[in-house]
């Protein structure tokens, strides 16, 4: 699809990572989708609330992030979740969610179908079976129906020998003219694949493994042409993310950058053609977050 039109300078402007503006985009109409980045630190948890009023979270974080991303859900009067997924066993994706099914109704549950061994894991599986929430596992390249007006398509998930990240769901969901992927902890190796089978090509990216050097190439960012690139992670983890690499891959492909570290909950919301970028905090706060 092409691109969403952008309007510069008639909204606001914001700065992050080494002081570069960022345009805010023209608001969005009353029949849109909408995507919150909700900040639990190192880890994943997003939100989709599409325009025929589904609810999507993909990942809850890491354990301590269940209560605030069940907080943030009653914040947004949201009492059900019509589809959670699970993109991988890692600790930091999953280990909010037994909270989360203990406080949110969850009608169904997509996983990659990869086993773990961790307590944390066990603890995921048990919440699953005494909630009795029905569990499907993803397929590559299938699209998920949930809502008419939206399509998610699968772009990645697991297969025998990988890794926990490798296995990573990642999905493409689009409305209208707008595209937007949500590449989990997904690596080089998996985006290859992923450009050979399916057009990337989308306005929004959810950097894949919170900027690790693992992810994100440049060949693969040039096949996205992303305007907006979105970074999960703490400022204060252990791990150096996002490293120069991939901060100076989304330069080179002019995505304007936004990251949770450094801003916060992120909510995007578009009503198919455009799109409106709004962060938690003014990046004035917490530039030395980048």
């Known amino acids: 699809m092409g691109k969403s ?9 914001f700065i992050c990572f080494n002081g570069n503006m960022l345009s805010i985009h023209s608001e969005a109409s009353s029949s849109e989708m909408q ?8 880890g994943d948890s997003m939100l989709i609330k599409t325009p025929g009023n589904k609810n999507i979270l993909i990942d809850g974080g890491p354990p301590d992030a269940g209560k605030k991303v069940v907080s943030y859900l009653n914040e947004k009067k949201i009492d059900k ?5 699970a993109t991988h066993p890692d600790v930091d994706h999953i280990g909010g969610l037994p909270y989360i099914m203990k406080h949110i109704k969850v009608k ?3 996983d990659s179908g990869k086993l773990h061994t961790t307590r944390m894991y066990a603890k995921y599986i048990q919440e699953i079976r005494k909630q009795e929430i029905p569990v499907k596992v993803a397929k590559q390249n299938e699209k998920i129906l949930l809502d008419s007006a939206v399509d998610i398509q699968v772009l990645n998930t697991y297969k025998k020998s990988r890794s926990n ?10 409305y209208e003219a707008m595209d937007i992927l949500f590449m989990s902890d997904v690596e080089i190796e998996q985006e290859k694949e992923i450009m050979k089978n399916v057009d990337v090509d989308a306005e929004v990216i959810k950097v894949g493994h919170h900027g690790s050097n693992t992810s994100t190439s440049l060949k693969f960012l040039k096949a996205v042409s992303p305007d907006t690139a979105i970074l999960t992670y703490s400022k204060d983890n252990d791990y150096g993310h996002p490293v120069d690499r991939v901060i100076n891959n989304l ?5 304007n950058i936004y990251s949770t570290g450094a801003l916060g909950n992120l909510v995007i919301r578009t009503d ?6 709004l962060p938690e905090r003014e990046p004035l706060y917490n530039l ?3």
């Open 5 to 13: 039109s952008v309007l510069f300078g008639i909204i606001a402007f």
């Open 165 to 174: 990240n490798q296995s990573s769901i990642a999905l493409k969901m689009s």
């Open 81 to 85: 979740i019509d589809l959670l997924v």
């Open 251 to 255: 330069y080179r492909v002019n995505a």
């Open 288 to 290: 030395d977050a980048s």
């Open 108 to 110: 169904k549950i997509l």
């Open 272 to 277: 198919g053609e455009d799109y409106l970028v």
């Open 35 to 42: 995507v919150h980045f909700i900040d639990v630190g190192q």
